[in-house]
């Protein structure tokens, strides 16, 4: 508790393997080009509680050999995952003692991870998901759960660029969504009927607009 450390950066250190242990009161963890890690594990001690915990931050950047990442914290805000070409699975899925309700990832970026096959448990308090040049990815999946309504779901940006071939289906994507994109993914059925018909709605309602303000005048 009484620790101050707030910010770690591990940057080009090729014989680190294991990462374990993080203290409480960092809240930025940047990990990059450690090209022996293999497992990076966030787990909390038993004597710690989820409260306690500070981390917002975790970025990952060009480490190729990074096979696991366990103990993502509820806390997190923003977690990037770039060029670790050896990651197959990210499991993103709660606990059963954690709620919903209470995680707080906002924004998760993966980019250059050609071996990610994929993504489990994307949470609700989502907003921005971006996936590029993930070419081994074959389905996500961001459909509410049966309890939730639409409102539940904040999710407002929607990236998954040149994903290549593999990338089948995008399912469960809402209506409500404001920007989506799979430039790239040759098989992907990314653009909801929904959105389709929410910006048709939009440009009749400004055409008719413009068509009132020539009249008018």
Known sequence: ERHLLKELHLHGNKNLQNIKGIQLSIEVLSV?????????????LPSWTKERHLLKELHLHGNKNLQNIKGIQLSIEVLSVE???????????????WTKERHLLKELHLHGNKNLQKIKGIPLSIEVLSVEYCTSLKDVDVTLPPACTQECCILSTLFFDACGMNLHEIHGIPSIIRTCSARGCQYSTSVPTGMLLNKVATFICILLYIIRVFRGT
């Open 83 to 97: 060029y670790c070409t050896s990651l197959k699975d990210l499991d993103l899925t709660l606990l059963p003692s």
């Open 32 to 44: 990059e080009y450690c090209t022996s890690l293999k497992d990076l594990d966030l787990t909390l």
